[in-house]
Nanobody, 126 residues
Framework: QVRLVESGGGLVQAGGSLRLSCAAS????????MGWFRQAPGKERVFVAG????????SYADSVKGRFTISRDNAKNTVFLQMNSLKPEDTAVYLC???????????????????WGQGTQVTVSS
């Protein structure tokens, strides 16, 4: 059974940075596309960034392009989300997700991700 555990969230002032990590176990991590989603209170879960299993092809939501960077370390079964120039509107629970399909590009749709972590809270104060 695949298990995803996020860490690295916290409280940061606007303009600051955080690095989220997601450690995977119990599956073949190297074959999964991985994604980060976020969900603010009372709002839908939305795509933030994704990275393919092969070639490391990445995709970003327009709202985070140029500020966030997704990466993966297959040797450590871990995916990262480096978040810079944080804004109060980035405040949300950030969730890591795994897509077991062999895809060229990571999907932006949550329905394609079969595996989910519990999430880590990111709060950006103004």
């Amino acid at each position: 059974q695949v298990r995803l555990v996020e860490s690295g969230g916290g409280l940061v002032q606007a303009g600051g940075s955080l690095r989220l990590s997601c450690a995977a176990s119990g599956g073949t991590f190297t074959t999964y596309a991985m994604g980060w989603f976020r969900q603010a209170p009372g709002k839908e879960r939305v795509f933030v960034a994704g990275i393919s299993s092969s070639f490391g092809i990445t995709s970003y939501a327009d709202s985070v392009k140029g500020r966030f960077t997704i990466s993966r370390d297959n040797a450590k079964n871990t995916v990262f989300l480096q978040m810079n120039s944080l804004k109060p509107e980035d405040t949300a629970v950030y969730l890591c997700a795994g897509d077991p399909r062999r895809v060229l590009r990571p999907s932006t749709y949550a329905t394609y991700y079969d595996y989910w972590g519990q999430g880590t809270q990111v709060t950006v104060s103004s």
